[in-house]
């Protein structure tokens, strides 16, 4: 079975989300602004959501986990949580 392992951000508004993910894309650390701003417990680990397969996580996740390109920060994805920016760390098929 696919397993993939991901970190995340949670936010409450599509242009907190956006604001974060234009300061990754500019070289800040994914792990250090999640312990600043992720509404998630997994925020204070970095944004770090462990290892799971298909099914384990909200339907709009599991899309972006299972199908984005490793490595790359993709975003915002809302669900009803909120907004994610999604980082797929490693993904065995």
Known sequence: MVQAAARHILVESETVCNDLKD?????????????????????????????????QMVPEFDKVVFSAPVNEVQGPVKTQFGYHLLEVTQRSD
């Open 23 to 55: 300061k990754i894309v500019a070289g800040e650390d994914f792990a250090v602004l999640a312990k600043a701003h992720s509404k998630c417990p997994s925020g204070q680990s970095g944004g770090d959501l462990g290892s799971f397969g298909p099914g």
